[in-house]
């Protein structure tokens, strides 16, 4: 019998993993990681947004800086970011350049009339959408491993679960009436390429099985490319205490849409039998969640004010679809049988059945604290510090039986606990003002959010900005400028001896470039 839950969790959770981390642990802190979101004028100041108002920015940062309006606004950001990355694997070194134009946001926001007659002022409504995350990358690594390949990985998973001979003949459809032969189970693809075998013709008892060439050395090739982003629907609200106190509340409706394509090629060198040995995985990922943030602002005086902002876990759910492609080509196109017979393969390459999985995300707990001084009508100094729970993310899941999903909750968030930690980022930045034109400057230091610096990578994320601007009565553009540079580890495969296998170490240096336009209406 077709086992399509024994193929989702030996497959799907042997997927390539970024460090040593679990894929479901991993894509949770994929989906929820902090980075430097805002119009051009916030991404200017270092992404500050806790103690600063009358920005679009503030929908979705701090709400209470809604309440420093006293016009209305629209306002769009298109922006253009790249990113280049360089890969160090088994001392080859290997770069790459990819970029992408988007909408970073658009908001719309409505301010009341004034109230001269009561304490509460002003209230504002503000409608956005913003980009929170991008997830586009792309990096290619290469290098000659003496140690191991991707087939031992597949030996590995076969003796440790025991497959016998029949296994994984039932993991396997060879097709009918035109469709394609399909395996379930990595093993079981591998032995209907010929690329691994039994050490015994015994059918039914659990096998110890081998590397049809575990000797010879690989001249690796991957490539993983990854597009998407995870996008947020944010209304907001807030009031104007006395122009004193600022309070202010959102709900935010987020969208997750991120595919990546993942090749991998062992080449042989000088092997007897095997010339390639080939994977390609493709997974696509949609989501949709929802989370609620609070902020204030307080003036102590009118050059100092104070400023802070919680937000709730972001609640998703996430489908997702894995489908991967395993081939091998053979010297001279053949291969030998057990007793020296060659013969033509039957398959050069298999598909494995595409998987659908469902299941749920509950994301970081996050809140900040900062303050702004302002230096008479000259400009301001702005600083924020950030805190992000990620050792709190959860996942579960009702997909499959009670047992799996128990399984599937226990493993992967106690893979969270045991990766991640909270973090706290701190961001600096300033705008000095001459009439109507400005200048921006400002710094941003994320924390490395693992526990354990795995390959010796220190995974702390660096930006740094400038920006300019200029703001008329109906009318205002700020452009900004962000380099950002962070450090990244990217696993092929694993093995259960860490000596036996290889990560590649990637150096990540991104740029973004925003516009921000907006008019401004009404009194």
């Given amino acids: 019998m077709i086992n399509v839950n024994r193929y989702l969790f030996l497959s799907l959770l042997s997927l390539v993993s970024l460090g040593t981390q679990a894929q479901y642990a ?10 430097q979101t805002g119009t051009a004028r916030f991404q ?57 134009f988007n909408i970073a946001q658009g908001s719309l926001i409505f301010t009341s009339q004034p109230s001269f007659q009561r304490k509460w002022k002003r209230s504002s409504f503000g409608l956005s959408f913003s ?35 029949k296994n994984l003949e039932d993991d ?10 399909y395996a379930y189970s990595l093993p079981a693809a591998y032995y209907q390429l010929y690329l691994i075998n039994p050490e015994n013709s015994q059918t039914t008892v659990p096998n110890t099985w081998s590397a049809l060439d575990a000797n010879s050395a690989v001249d690796q090739l991957g490539v993983f490319k990854s597009e998407g982003a995870s996008t947020q629907i944010s209304l907001a609200y807030a009031g104007n205490y006395d122009d004193k106190l600022y309070v202010g509340g959102s709900v935010g409706l987020t969208r997750l849409r991120y595919n990546y394509n993942f090749y991998h090629d062992d080449l042989y060198l000088n092997s007897p039998d095997i010339v390639s040995n080939t994977k390609v995985d493709d997974l696509s990922v949609k989501g949709n969640g929802i989370n609620l943030n609070m902020g204030i602002i307080y ?16 609640f998703s759910s996430v489908k997702e679809t894995f489908n991967s492609y395993h081939g091998a080509t053979f010297v001279d196109g053949m291969i030998a049988d057990g007793e020296g017979n060659l013969f033509e393969p039957t398959y050069d390459y298999v598909d494995m059945a595409p998987n659908d999985f469902v299941y749920r995300i509950t994301g970081p707990f996050k809140g900040s604290i ?21 050792a709190g993310m959860r996942t579960n899941t009702s997909y499959m039986n009670a047992d799996r999903n128990n399984e599937f909750q226990s493993n992967t968030n106690s893979e969270i606990k045991n990766t991640y930690r909270n973090s706290v980022n701190v961001r600096l930045g300033g705008e000095y003002r001459v009439g109507v034109f400005r200048a921006r400057a400002g710094i941003a ?17 660096i930006f740094g900005s400038l920006g300019v601007g200029v703001r008329k009565r109906s009318f205002f553009a700020d452009l900004s400028g962000t380099v950002g540079s962070f ?7 694993e093995l259960n001896n860490p000596q036996n296998y290889y990560s590649a170490s990637v150096k990540n240096t991104s740029m973004n470039f925003q516009l921000t336009m907006g008019v401004l209406f009404g009194e």
Avoid: C, W
């Fill in 172 to 181: 396997f459809d060879p097709g009918s009436n035109g469709s394609l032969p």
């Fill in 131 to 165: 980009r929170q995350q991008s997830l586009h990358t792309q990096f290619t690594y290469a290098g000659i491993n003496d140690k191991s390949s991707f087939l031992d990985r597949v030996v590995e998973d076969a003796n440790v679960n025991q497959y016998s001979i």
């Fill in 370 to 390: 900062g303050a702004t001084y302002l230096v008479n009508r000259s400009g301001f100094v702005t600083g924020t510090i950030e805190y992000i729970g990620y």
């Fill in 44 to 100: 200017g100041v270092g992404g500050n947004h806790a103690a600063l108002g009358g920005d679009a920015s503030n929908i979705y940062g701090n709400p209470a800086g809604l309440g420093f309006y006293n016009r209305s606004e629209f306002s769009i950001s298109p922006a253009v970011s790249t990113l280049n990355t360089e890969t160090d694997y088994i001392g080859t070194m290997r770069s790459e350049n990819k970029g992408n």
């Fill in 487 to 493: 450090k990244t580890a990217f696993t092929p495969y």
């Fill in 26 to 35: 991993g894509e949770a802190f994929r989906f929820s990681e902090s980075n």
């Fill in 445 to 461: 230091y994320l924390a490395d959010p693992y526990q354990n610096r795995n390959n010796g990578i220190n995974r702390e994320k």
């Fill in 299 to 314: 003036k102590l005086n009118p050059s100092f004010q104070l400023g802070g902002q919680v937000s709730s876990p972001t």
